[in-house]
């Protein structure tokens, strides 16, 4: 891969991390309302509650999944990084 093939799939890379990022924190903010609206809930409404509290387990679990592939980007990341920086090193001894 040229130096400007792995310096535009860095960009690409960068942009998909980022927004898994917001994604990450979407579902934080939903989690975080739900177990509000949970708590407030359950006094009054025990099944709310408890529907809550399975809506609550899907996030999790899509926040996983969303972990999961934070950490295949991020090691695809590292990966083009160091080929792009290892063709950058090649072209400048071919310079000098």
């Known amino acids: 891969m040229g130096i400007a093939a792995s310096q535009a799939r860095l960009m690409m890379i960068v942009g998909y991390k ?3 990022e917001f994604a990450m924190q979407m579902i ?4 975080t309302v739900l177990a509000y609206q949970a708590q407030a809930a359950a006094e ?34 590292d990966s083009v ?10 072209s400048m001894k071919y310079l000098s």
Not at 28 to 31: E, P
Not at 50 to 70: P, S
Not at 81 to 90: A, G
């Open 28 to 31: 934080a903010q939903k989690r």
């Open 44 to 77: 009054n409404y025990p099944e709310l509650a408890a529907q809550y509290h399975v809506l609550d387990k899907k996030l999790d679990a899509e926040m996983k999944t969303l972990e999961t592939q934070q950490k295949m980007v991020s090691t695809e990341y």
């Open 18 to 20: 980022s927004d898994l």
């Open 81 to 90: 990084k160091k080929i792009l920086d290892d063709n950058i090193t090649k």
